[in-house]
């Protein structure tokens, strides 16, 4: 046993995170941590890695009480962790970014071409070979979660390795370079502790799990012995009738009789080549394609957040150009992004005044919401997507991923958009949550909104859209109908040989 | 009240410090707090606090507003300098310096430029993308040069009896330039929390990234802020002159600047940007006024009076930082919750 936690507890203001519970990784397995958001995951994992101190239990780590004052402690004892979010300076070097804090040394002096040796060589092992002299952030993301795993993997007697979400913003090749580090590392008997809300992922890779739900302990499994259906309802508690409903509710094409968008060729040069789409009211449109296909960028030239350099955009038939995203609000659009911390959520502020900031801002700053129709507002948003903790006044940066989410779902629907463009609204975020996310935008499309709906997973798109464009190379290569005819195999064909077959 | 959620409170430690800085007057000057009414004018150790820290008051707010969008405004000294020098300017050029109306006009006309300056530095921070540290630099360089070119290197002395009452004169007993401070304070307190400006000024702080995709017109709302700085520097150098009746280009503002962002700072708006607090800026600059009286009253000799002002912002800042008052504290009651 590497490591042992017995009945931890852990308590905030107001909440119990973890209650009671026990965790245990055995040298050289890998290890699933499945849970819902806010089931006490990530809490598990701060309290693991010193970042928070326990109110209660036991913390062993080969055979040693433990108790971490704070993260260098918990490296030094050999446990190192890859975030969620890259956590890396993206203004230096990959090799400095390896090694920031303990940079080889000779006289004090900093032996850079050492480094950059080992750099390359603790890169070497991840099948990864660029220039590690390069400036982070001049790599993709896919590329920054590896150098991030590099350097957590290089530190020298590590014991335990801990994975938040690390292929959330992987394309599948990737994962599977990071699979086959991770089997090694396991070879050499490194315990994993890996979290992912991608089912397939964990049960491709992950040799036990525990189940989290609520800050208190489900139970501890084999992977092979539990099946997927069994695991989903050991983590939200109920059973998943639900999500299977959403297939049948939405393949109903609508009229299409009112256009809402069109665009004509519309594109700009580095970021998405020339394209024609067509959005009517009440249709969902869903946008697939591999990581940097051109997606994002799609949605962004919508939305006015980049100007395009070529083409047209009409709105209900009438000509328009975005300067900012502040004109495509007037016309009745909204975009949620798909970096939720740098592009959606403000931290600092609370629920309530991240709910109302978008119509707030549409109003002007002049003609403030009053208090009494702000709380109206929140209160029936915060019911209605089921934001936990339902405190409005809380600051949002302490609520989960998946809450945050539904915090900027919220800010958008109220201001009563005709076209949603969400992009990757169930990135990082539990079955549960996903699941009424994806029965809200098909709600939403019934009740007439058009909805331009941007993920990664080809299941989900295929689930919820009526019409399916399919991009590749930052080209709009694909309209497809989406009917008994469609399948994913279908659109990884167009994504992978970029025609039509 | 709960003791804790006392000390919690963000505004606890600037006021226990003004406390004590009063209380310690108290004890070199026996009638430090006696008010006497004078001639119809309030008389008083307090009463000269409060009318010598309108000018930093002023200028903390704009800074305030400035600090919450993540910027920052070095020129308000060199702005407090040039409205000084116009005014003057042209109140000597007046033919009947004593006749309100005309000096009231040259007022506006100093506050206007000032507006044009505020302009200028919003300019330079929203549309051209210039950090603000730099961009405000420049103005408080060159401003000091444009003050002088006005008075053309001289100190001009002006004697108008209307200008006079801007910084040195009594209205229903209360000094005027008191009464100007309070009258800002709350035009920016309903300018911000009765409008949805503050929430904005917050957003763009907290992310200017996600705001801009929210709809918030940052660039404009950018460049509000520096212009509602510069027009309050520009009262605040109004008083300044007023005071002395006289535009010296050099001493006028000289290092306000610093002390109106160590107000905002004492006053617990983080310099990255985002939530700030009026009252607390407001409170930071009655601190730093009360320091320097004190300073003088206590007898702390001249020369050492910048070092005695240090050591107390030291004391507070610290007594503010979260992490400092955990490592002293925190062993305290660490030492009561672990049983034996």
Redesign the interface.
């Given at each position: 046993m590497v490591l042992q936690m017995t009945g931890i507890r852990k308590v905030f203001p107001g909440v119990v995170a973890l209650d009671g519970v026990d965790f245990r990784l055995l040298p050289g397995e890998i290890h699933a941590l499945m849970g819902e958001n806010g089931a006490g995951k990530s809490t598990l994992i701060k309290v693991l890695t010193g970042v928070y101190d326990i109110d209660g239990g036991e913390i062993e780590l080969a055979g040693e009480r433990v108790r971490f004052t704070g993260p260098l402690q918990a490296q030094q004892a050999g446990i190192s962790t890859v975030y969620q979010e890259v956590n890396l300076c993206p203004n230096l070097s990959v090799a400095e970014n390896i090694f920031i804090g303990r940079e080889p040394r000779r006289f004090g002096r900093i032996q850079w071409s050492e480094m950059r040796r080992r750099a390359d060589k603790s890169l070497a092992r991840l099948d990864l070979d660029i220039d590690v002299s390069a400036q982070l952030d001049s790599y993709s993301l896919a590329i920054q979660q590896m150098v991030a795993i590099a350097r957590a993997t290089d530190i020298g007697n590590t014991r335990v390795l801990i994975l938040d979400e690390p292929t959330s913003s992987l394309d599948a090749s990737e994962v599977e370079q990071l699979f086959a580090v991770m089997r090694r590392l396991k070879e050499n008997g490194t315990a994993i502790l890996f979290v992912s809300h991608f089912l397939d992922q964990v049960y491709e890779i992950a040799d036990r799990m525990t189940v989290l739900r609520n800050g208190g302990l489900i139970g501890e499994y084999r992977t092979a012995e539990l099946p997927q259906m069994q695991l989903v309802s050991k983590m939200i508690g109920k059973e998943l009738e639900a999500l299977e409903q959403i297939e049948e509710e939405v393949r109903e094409a609508p009229r299409r009789d009112r256009t809402i968008i069109e665009a004509k060729g519309l594109g700009r040069t580095g970021s998405i080549a020339p394209f024609d789409l067509t959005i009517h009211a009440g249709e969902v449109v869903g946008l697939a394609g591999l990581l940097g296909s051109g997606r994002t960028e799609l949605a962004r030239l919508l939305?006015g957040?980049d100007r395009p350099d070529s083409g047209d955009l009409a709105v209900d038939g009438q000509p328009v150009k975005f300067h900012?995203?502040?004109d495509a609000?007037t016309r009745g659009i909204a975009?949620s992004?798909e970096n939720r911390r740098?592009?959606?959520?403000?931290?600092?502020?609370t629920v309530r005044?991240n709910i109302?900031?978008?119509l707030?801002?549409?109003?002007?700053?002049?003609?403030?919401?009053p208090r009494r129709r702000q709380d109206e507002l929140v209160d029936r948003y915060v019911q209605a997507l089921q934001i936990r903790p339902a405190d409005p006044e809380r600051l949002v940066r302490d609520l989960s991923g998946g809450n945050q989410q539904k915090v900027l779902l919220a800010?958008w629907l109220i201001t009563e958009p005709r076209l949603l463009i969400i992009d990757e609204p169930t990135r990082g975020i539990d079955v549960g949550a996903k699941a009424e996310i994806q029965r809200l935008v098909a709600q939403l499309a019934d009740g007439g909104m058009a909805v331009l709906f941007v993920s990664a997973e080809l299941e989900e798109v295929l689930r919820l859209s009526h019409k399916i464009e399919v991009l590749r190379d930052r080209r709009l290569v694909e309209e497809l109908e989406n009917g008994d005819d469609v399948d994913a195999d279908r659109i990884m064909h167009t994504i992978a040989s970029g025609a039509t077959p | 009240m709960n003791l804790t959620a006392l000390l919690r409170h963000r505004l606890f430690w600037p006021i226990a410090v003004l406390v004590v800085l009063l209380a310690s007057n108290l004890v070199f000057s026996n009638n430090f707090f006696t008010i006497t009414l004078q001639d119809g004018h309030l008389y008083g150790s307090l009463i000269d606090i409060l009318r010598r820290s309108a000018p930093l008051v002023l200028v903390a707010l704009g800074m305030t507003l400035v600090i919450s969008t993540g910027g920052i405004d070095l020129s308000v000294g060199s702005v407090m300098a040039i409205s000084g020098a116009l005014a003057c300017l042209l109140i000597g050029d007046l033919s009947n310096p004593d006749s309100v109306g005309p000096v009231l006009l040259v007022v506006g006309a100093a506050i206007a430029l000032c507006l044009v300056f505020g302009l200028w530095n919003g300019f330079l921070v929203a549309v051209l993308g210039i950090q603000p540290i730099i961009a405000t630099l420049i103005l408080m360089v060159a401003g000091r040069g444009v003050a002088q070119l006005i008075t053309d290197g001289q100190i001009l002395n002006v004697h108008s009896a209307p200008y006079r009452v801007v910084g040195a004169g009594y209205f229903l007993a209360v000094p005027v330039s008191f009464l100007i401070a309070a009258a800002a304070v709350a035009l920016t307190v309903a300018v911000t929390r009765r409008t949805a400006l503050g929430l904005l000024l917050e957003s763009v702080g907290g992310s200017p990234t996600a705001s801009r995709l929210a709809g918030i017109r940052a660039r404009r709302i950018t460049i509000m802020v520096y212009v509602f700085a510069a027009a309050f520097a520009g009262v605040a150098g109004l008083i300044y002159s007023s005071d002395v009746s006289s535009a010296d280009s050099n001493a006028a503002g000289n290092l306000i600047e610093l002390n109106a962002i160590l107000a905002v700072v004492i006053g617990g708006t983080a310099l990255t940007g985002g939530r700030f607090s009026i009252a607390g800026s407001v409170l930071g600059a009655v601190i730093i006024t009360t320091l320097d009286i004190t300073a003088v009253s206590v007898g702390v000799p001249v020369e050492t009076t910048l070092l005695f002002k240090a050591v107390v912002v030291i004391i507070l800042c610290l007594a503010q930082s979260a992490t400092f008052r955990a490592k002293v504290f925190g062993r305290f009651s660490a030492k009561r919750t672990v049983p034996a």
């Open positions: 939305f957040a900012s995203p502040r609000m975009f992004s740098t592009e959606g959520i403000i931290g600092e502020l005044e109302i900031l978008a707030q801002a549409a109003r002007g700053w002049t003609r403030p919401i800010r | -």
